[in-house]
């Protein structure tokens, strides 16, 4: 069982990565934070039932790809009502490595994306990765299959060195 | 190419400047998702701070409240109907902009974000602050709109805590921390803007994270969530009463004599069932029990319908939710895709993809309010924490 005074501890220790997390599911730095700050404050809200940290990061990680997932089928809803703070475009106009990734993972469907952020950054298993998104192991496969070739094509110069399907 | 494609994820999310969390929001957002599950007033609620400072009578900085054009009918503010639309389908909030019905709109001249509604017969105080959530460090400030177009700032400002109101009466409950008790149970009359009753009271209060004990207010009586159990106090004959266990560590949710329970019932998995209760108040007696998912419940000002949906998402799908009359079990569904809560005569009201919508909880006859979505987000009353 947590105890009340160590979620200051686990924020300190989860918020970085939650937000990265959330910045390559959305690409857009206020709706990282903000789900970030969402997938943090409902595991507040459960703290006092959570075993521990690592159950803690399952739930928070849980509810931020959720959300996220929610959020980009609410696209048409979520552009409505968030004029006052228009979409950050900067992580498409200044990509770190030189390739427009964050414009190739928006090019796939939201579970597609969410599977090669689980998959790939934060490097879990098909198990995990299948518990996190609620779906089988088998839909997981299919469906970081169907987004390594897209992106296959979307970075075509980048990933030339193909090693193959997912594992 | 995965191993490629680690090293880009990885670049790319390293590179982020990534912001400092704001601890403060998330765990205000974090209680307001515990105390929505654990009660969630139906209507009007009162709340007390601790540090309750009076406000200059003459000096109204900052907060203004005017009627506008935007809406009304030719001939200006149709008074007799804003009191009907407001009574029937009660306030809410597009932005800054709030309303009664569609045709009666206030704005809030300020740099003040609207945190809720708390309604009352004398029209809807209107919480505001810094920021739009309910339960930050405060201060929060309090202004009393009424149907015929007139406001006042009522002169109180509370820091964090949760008041109360009853839609039938003037008053505003709140609890401060006292000096010669541990609390004091305040009864605001936002009709003449003064104190009506003050009441002194004790009792251990370490659960919740307010600055004060939460309360609930249900005609003469308050119900306040102090760990041991729910404290009921008639605020008329200044007498603190029984101390109910079942109440112990929870927001008190009392409506038309009937308090609303809600337990988490931990499943494997980390996942949750809740166990949703209402009770006779004085009694004691159950009235209706059901476990469900993870959902969290609202009771109706009048006690008597119950709306129950799963928590819903900030800018996600819509969630199904039903409504269920405590009479005799029924139930009516909804989708609701924001926030939802009760008019003062008892509609449910909740925000769809378009506006808002209320429903007759009986007949489930709905009236549309389309709002432009783009003009703010949408809050609506008779709940009192939207995070």
């Known amino acids: ?167 | 190419m995965t191993e490629t494609l680690q090293r880009l994820l990885t670049d790319e999310a390293e590179a982020l400047d990534v912001p400092l969390p704001d601890e403060v929001l998330i765990r205000a957002r974090g209680r307001g998702y515990r105390t929505r599950r654990r009660i969630t007033s139906g209507i009007v609620s009162v709340a007390v701070a601790a540090s309750c400072a009076v406000v200059a009578t003459a000096a109204l900085p900052g907060l203004l409240a005017d009627r506008v054009p935007q809406d009304t009918p030719a001939g200006g503010w149709n008074a007799e109907a804003a009191q009907s639309a407001y009574a029937q389908d009660g306030a809410f909030s597009v932005g800054s902009d709030i309303y009664f019905g569609p045709s009666a709109a206030f704005v809030v001249h300020s740099n003040d974000k609207i945190k809720s509604f708390y309604y009352t017969s004398a029209g809807v105080v209107v919480r505001t602050g810094e920021k739009a959530y309910l339960d930050d460090a405060g201060p929060s400030n309090y202004l009393l709109a009424r149907p015929d177009g007139s406001t006042q700032r009522l002169q109180i400002a509370l820091s964090d805590v949760a008041p109360d109101s009853d839609p039938i009466w003037p008053y505003l409950a709140y609890v401060t921390s006292g000096t010669t008790s541990a609390w004091v149970l305040h009864i605001f009359d936002v009709e003449q803007n003064e104190e009506a009753a003050r009441v002194p009271f004790n009792g251990a209060f370490t659960w919740g994270g307010w600055a004060a004990p939460p309360v609930a207010l249900d005609g003469d009586h308050a119900y306040v969530g102090l760990d041991d159990g729910r404290l009921e106090i008639n605020w008329r004959s200044r007498s603190p009463g029984a101390l109910d266990a079942s109440g112990a560590s929870t927001f008190p949710v009392v409506s038309g004599g009937r308090v609303l329970l809600e337990r988490d019932l931990p499943q494997p998995g980390d996942t949750w069932r809740t166990e949703i209760t209402v009770r006779d108040v004085t009694t004691g007696e159950v009235l209706f029990q059901q476990e469900t998912a993870d959902e969290f419940a609202q009771l109706s000002p009048d006690g008597r319908f119950l709306s129950v949906s799963e928590f819903v998402m900030i800018d996600g799908p819509a969630t199904d939710g039903r409504v269920i009359d405590l009479l005799d079990g029924s139930e009516q569904p909804f989708a609701i895709q924001e926030g939802r809560g009760w008019t003062p005569s008892g509609r449910l009201m909740y925000v769809t993809d378009t506006g808002v919508r209320t429903c007759d909880a009986d007949t489930g006859a709905c009236r549309n309010y389309p709002h432009q979505l783009s003009g703010g987000r949408i809050k609506v009353g008779g709940t009192n924490y939207e995070s």
């Open chain 1, 1 to 167: 069982m947590t105890n009340p005074g160590d979620f200051t501890e686990f924020m300190g220790h989860s918020w970085a990565r939650l937000y990265r997390t959330a910045m390559l599911l959305t690409g857009n730095h206020a709706r990282a934070e903000d789900l970030a700050q969402e997938a943090l404050a409902r595991t507040y809200a459960k703290w006092s039932g959570l075993r521990d940290f690592e159950a803690a990061g399952a739930y928070a990680y849980r509810t931020l790809v959720n959300a996220s997932i929610s959020q980009v089928r609410r696209r048409a809803w979520t552009a409505e009502i968030t004029t006052a703070n228009p979409p950050d475009k900067s992580a498409h106009e200044a990509p770190s490595s030189g390739v427009d990734l964050m414009a190739a993972l928006a090019d796939l469907a939201p579970r597609q994306r969410a599977c090669v952020v689980l998959r790939y950054f934060l490097e879990l298993p098909v198990s995990e990765t299948a518990a996190l998104l609620g779906c089988s192991e088998g839909t997981v496969k299919s469906q970081t299959s169907d987004a390594l070739g897209r992106l296959r094509i979307l970075l075509a110069s980048e990933l030339s060195t193909s090693e193959g399907s997912p594992r």
